[in-house]
């Protein structure tokens, strides 16, 4: 693991097209809630397909809507881990500043 290198700027690049696309699937479902037909719309001909259509529907705005949550938390789990690479890389600098300093003096007590 001492390979191992977290650039914060790639992570961040990730969850900005995340946030994209939870944006654009947002996007997706509420376009799809509104073409979703009323009852009265397929009329007696239509109400076969309508109760085919209505059996399916439910699962399919209900995964849409997971999805949505879904991408909506890898979005903040992206945000906290780039701050918490961002706080350690930053911690280590300072802690390697002030070895370097205590070097640099002759290793005050």
């Known amino acids: 693991m001492a390979d191992f ?11 900005t097209r995340l946030a994209d696309i939870q944006q ?3 996007a997706i479902a509420d376009l799809a809630e509104d073409a979703n037909p009323e009852w009265y719309i397929w ?6 397909f309508a109760a ?6 439910g699962e399919f705005y209900e995964h849409l809507g997971l999805m949505g949550e879904a ?8 945000d906290c881990t780039a701050e918490a690479y961002r706080r350690t890389e930053q911690d ?8 370097h300093q205590r ?3 002759g290793y005050p007590e």
Do not use: Q
């Not at 009329?43 to 076969?48: C, W």
């Not at 991408?71 to 992206?78: G, M, Y």
């Not at 280590?92 to 070895?99: A, G, K, Q, T, V």
């Open 5 to 15: 290198e977290a650039n914060v700027d790639e992570i961040l690049t990730c969850r």
């Open 24 to 26: 654009r699937a947002a």
């Open 43 to 48: 009329g007696a001909l239509g109400a076969p």
């Open 52 to 57: 085919l259509y209505w059996r399916f529907a």
């Open 71 to 78: 991408l909506t938390d890898r979005v903040e789990a992206l």
């Open 92 to 99: 280590i600098d300072e802690r390697m500043r002030r070895l």
């Open 103 to 105: 070097l640099a003096e």
